[in-house]
């Protein structure tokens, strides 16, 4: 076949999260001895403002995504996302989806009409489609490619006691995240938010009558390398999201030592199965009562060792294994 690398993979790249899980699969693909080039969607000032709704955020997108996979010549492509694959011409070459979630569970009603019906012309017609976790795989099939979770370094002392994330803070829940912690929470205790800076995150509290909690620390955007660090230091991490399309957050935070507290998200959430696995009482949509638990857990050591022996399938080297013996091979590069 014609191509100058052998993957090219179209990177939609509109979260910190879709960014890291892009680069990863990049540099698995090259460590299995395959050539990829990365090409990442740019979307310009204007069209970004007509971002308004799922319907039309969609379709700015998907355009984008259009323009950016124009210049590829390799002889197979990954498209990052549904969303990156859903306005693309018929490829010439063999070619797959790679996905955590999909339009048929995450755009419900009117506004996801037209993404709904492409999608499922796309699926059907993928050489291979690449689920992120098995959560979201029981439902389209599939090669199962994970996001990688690296190994923590030393973990230092834990003098942080609670971590949460709450960018987008409706979807992240955010009113019931400071909810529970104002309940939960004894004098002296600290949980540092991520994700958002104070001055939004309390006006956003204000606009539905709630008050800051007391013992908050606000962290807004944090570099990665930074962020690993602060989970290194803490004991819980805390989950309040209404949907959760994967879960990176907490399965780098189960990988850091922290214990997960966490609501029954919905969504194709993959370490909610885990958590539920290392400590059911820490599962409960009574956020407040399951953050006292794991501020009180017994045994945290315990529980991170047993969270190290799950999250083995999530290793790079485990990953790099699929990519080579089963990805690569589905798309015709050997």
């Known amino acids: 076949m014609a191509g100058t690398v052998d993957i090219g993979l179209v990177s939609l790249g509109t979260t910190p999260g879709l960014r890291r899980a892009d680069a990863a699969l990049a540099e698995q693909v090259r460590a299995a001895g395959a050539s990829c080039e990365l090409a990442r969607v740019r979307i310009g000032g204007g069209a970004a403002a007509l971002r308004r709704n799922p319907a039309v955020t969609d379709l700015v997108e998907a355009l984008a995504a259009r323009r950016a996979a124009r210049g590829l010549d390799a002889r197979a492509l990954i498209f990052s996302t549904v969303t990156a694959a859903l306005l693309q011409p018929a490829p010439s070459v063999p070619w797959a989806v790679r996905f955590d979630s999909t339009a048929a569970l995450n755009r419900p009603g009117w506004s996801g009409a037209w993404q709904r019906w492409r ?7 993928a050489s291979v489609l690449l689920p992120w976790g098995d959560q979201i795989a029981e439902s389209t099939g599939g090669i199962v490619v994970r996001v990688p979770v690296e190994e923590p370094g030393g973990a230092g002392a834990r003098d942080v006691d609670a971590v949460a994330y709450a960018g987008y803070p409706h979807k992240r829940g955010l009113d019931v995240l400071c909810g529970a912690w104002s309940r939960a929470a004894r004098p002296g205790e600290r949980l540092v938010i991520g994700g958002i800076e104070r001055e939004r995150g309390v006006k956003w509290l204000e606009g539905r009558g709630l008050r800051e909690p007391e013992g908050v620390e606000w962290r807004g955007l944090v570099p990665h390398e930074e962020w690993l660090s602060l989970l290194g230091r803490t004991r819980v991490f805390v989950n309040a999201s209404r ?19 966490t609501v029954q998200s919905a969504g194709p959430y993959e370490a ?41 399938p999530f290793r790079p080297g485990v990953v790099e294994r699929v990519v080579a013996s089963s990805v690569l091979p589905a798309l015709g590069i050997r």
């Open 119 to 125: 999608e499922r012309e796309l699926l059907s017609q």
């Open 243 to 261: 949907r959760e399309d994967h879960g990176i957050a907490q399965l780098e935070a189960l990988s850091a030592g922290c214990a997960l507290v």
């Open 272 to 312: 909610l199965p885990l958590a539920r696995t290392l400590a059911p009482e820490l599962v409960s949509d009574d956020l407040a009562s399951a953050l006292r638990a794991g501020l009180d857990l017994p045994d945290p050591d315990g529980y991170a060792a047993h969270a190290r022996e799950l999250l083995g």
